[in-house]
């Protein structure tokens, strides 16, 4: 089967799914039902950039392809730092992603906003089929998906679309899983990815990590309180950032038209940004992670 042919059959069986979907209504395919309507009780609060733990971008080297960061931890307990319900094996989590700074801004902004959940599926109701909704919505215009769409899933495709753009520029990097005990400094090297085209891009760089209270990968993927951090290479804000695009959702987000670019999203949204999926938790990457994934 040719891909235009698959995508084809792909976009039929996406517009049907959604003339369904308009008189069915979804649900996700984990539903609980409970007293209030529409929560299924999958989600984790996540304390976002809570000042007990200092995170500071101490260096980037592009010409290395290399970014230093660091963590002391004064919040009284131990936390354990490792993307939430990532689907990766153990071990292959990351701890904390480098990316640019507006990723990790974002990030930070769509924790402060929603609760953590894994990745929405669509279910048709009063039938059988149940299909992950994230690729299928990355296909619509952008107009359609806007109408249809919540503002989180809106905000994480700008997010997905700006760490895809960083990937290119080789901005990107993530590292492993991490337990940092009160009183404690953690101090981590994070290789970037290779650069389509060299030189390496000159956008200013982000941390963002997710962390669990708790000793092992046990609260990270259980019930352990979440908490999450962002952190901005030197020179981020940028000083005319009162005028300027602060990466945030606004109204150049998916809900306007436009064709689709390369990477699957719709026109011109306004911003840099683009996790997946997955999750910062989203995490993905070609470095065994993704953005802080929810």
């Known amino acids: 089967m040719s891909t ?6 792909f976009t039929a069986a996406t517009a ?20 209030v309507p529409g929560d299924n009780g999958d989600g984790r609060t996540v304390v976002v950039n809570n000042p007990g733990m200092d995170v500071d971008v101490v260096s980037v ?6 970014a230093d960061v660091t963590m002391t931890n004064n919040l009284g307990f131990t936390v354990y730092c490792e993307a939430p319900n990532a689907d990766t094996a153990s071990g292959a989590r990351p701890g904390g992603t480098i990316s640019t700074a507006p990723v990790a801004e974002m990030s ?18 009063n039938g059988s089929v149940t299909m992950n909704f994230w690729p299928l919505g990355q296909l619509l215009p952008q107009g359609s998906l806007g109408d249809l769409a919540s503002e989180s899933v809106q905000l994480r495709s700008q997010i997905t679309k700006a760490n895809t753009k960083a990937k290119i520029d080789g901005l990107y990097g993530t590292t492993g899983a991490f337990q940092l005990t009160n009183g404690a400094t953690v101090s981590r090297t994070i290789t970037l990815g290779q650069p389509a085209t060299n030189p390496r891009g000159e956008d200013k760089v982000g941390y963002f990590t997710m962390c669990a209270q708790g000793t092992n990968s046990a ?15 030197e020179g981020w804000p940028p000083a005319n950032v009162g005028g300027g695009d602060t990466g945030s959702l606004g109204s150049g987000s998916l809900g306007s038209s436009g064709p689709a670019d390369d990477n ?9 940004g683009d996790t997946g999926g997955d999750d910062t938790g989203d995490g ?5 992670g993704e953005v802080g994934e929810g």
């Open 61 to 66: 080297d592009r010409v290395a392809g290399t």
């Open 219 to 233: 609260a990270a993927q259980g019930t352990g309180q979440l908490y999450a951090w962002s952190a901005f290479e």
């Open 264 to 272: 699957g999203a719709g026109g011109d949204d306004g911003s840099d």
């Open 108 to 125: 930070a902004e769509y924790y402060a906003r929603f609760q953590n959940v894994k990745a929405e599926e669509l279910s048709i109701q």
């Open 4 to 9: 235009s042919s698959a995508l084809k059959g």
């Open 16 to 35: 049907s799914a959604l003339l369904v979907m308009g008189g069915a209504g979804i649900a996700n395919a984990q539903n609980v039902v409970t007293v």
């Open 284 to 288: 993905d990457g070609d470095n065994g």
